[in-house]
């Protein structure tokens, strides 16, 4: 089992001149701690689940740029883009150069989107559940054409690009691998088992998480994909300081066919990440 760090507060101590330089020490921290993917979230307000909404939150794709140049071998993604946050044809260029400049680290991770509080706030449209849902389908549609070796005109039912140019393209091949986030079972499993690399589910325990993949199972089943071509993720809400009890419950979900599990800093951020590779990391990768 892999480990992923998920970075979702920005209020370290010292303000904003300190974001570059705490966030550069994360990335080295990871790396010497063996952590195979960092995310950042998709949002321009802070999540109000979290903390204020006014809190610091910085936009993903710079970030992640930030990341590519003070990194060398960790994967670099969203967890996960707002559907409604991007055209599509700007979202495939945007992860095109993240994937060129991080030498082929680059990954999509998208979603339907859900935080109406900051559509609102910007100005940007925020569609009924049913119509981002399609704009999902037809967004990763719109991505992989980008990514493809046709630059002529795609068209679907709410995206008209007269030429689907995108060079340079990106390094990843075929393309940049997609990560589809969320569990629900009717549309967004059928999405991953029809166009993604790669699934995150949240740590919802493990009877849960067992049906959600037998739900996946079915979906590939249908859309004739290998179940196991597809990487299972999870965004876990246990502290790894307990290395044992978190050794034994990932364990259960080792079993299940979890291969990353994802950690959120708490506390000094640095000091967290350092821990994951001194404590867990060894022990964590032989189940």
């Excluded at 995310?39 to 740029?65: C, I, K, N, R």
């Excluded at 991505?143 to 709410?158: A, I, L, Q, Y």
């Excluded at 790669?198 to 849960?208: H, K, P, Q, V």
Aim: hydrophobic residues 40%; contains cysteine.
């Amino acid at each position: 089992m892999k480990i992923g760090l998920h970075i979702v507060t920005w209020d370290f101590p010292g303000g904003p001149v300190a974001i570059g330089p705490t966030l550069a020490a994360i990335g080295a921290a990871a790396e010497e701690a063996g952590v195979s993917d960092i995310s950042v979230m998709d949002h321009w307000f802070q999540m109000e689940a979290l903390a204020p909404a006014t809190e610091p939150m910085m936009e993903g794709y710079t970030t992640l740029g930030f990341l590519a140049a003070n990194t060398e071998t960790i994967r670099l993604g969203l967890l996960v883009t707002g559907v409604t946050y991007r055209h599509p044809g700007l979202l495939a260029k945007t992860v095109a150069t993240l994937d060129v400049l991080s030498a082929g680290r680059g990954q999509l991770g998208i979603g339907a989107a859900w935080y109406q509080r900051e559509h609102l706030g910007l100005g940007v449209p925020f569609p009924p559940t049913a119509e981002r849902f399609e704009i999902l389908e037809e967004a990763l549609q719109v991505c992989f054409r980008m990514w493809s070796d046709d630059d002529g005109p795609f068209e679907t039912k709410h995206f008209k690009l007269a030429e689907t140019i995108c060079n340079p393209r990106p390094i990843s091949v075929p393309r940049p691998p997609v990560l589809i986030g969320g569990s629900g079972e009717r549309k967004t499993l059928r999405l991953v088992a029809k166009y993604a690399d790669a699934c995150n589910l949240f740590s919802i325990g493990a009877t849960e998480i067992g049906h959600k993949l037998d739900v996946l199972r079915g979906h590939c089943d249908d859309e004739g994909r290998d179940y196991d071509a597809i990487t299972k993720t999870m965004l876990s809400r246990s502290n790894p300081a307990d290395v044992d009890a978190v050794v034994e419950e990932m364990r259960e979900y080792a079993k299940l066919g979890i291969d990353t599990v994802i950690f959120v800093p708490s506390g000094d951020p640095v000091a967290f990440t350092q821990r994951l590779g001194s404590d867990l990391a060894a022990r964590l990768e032989e189940l």
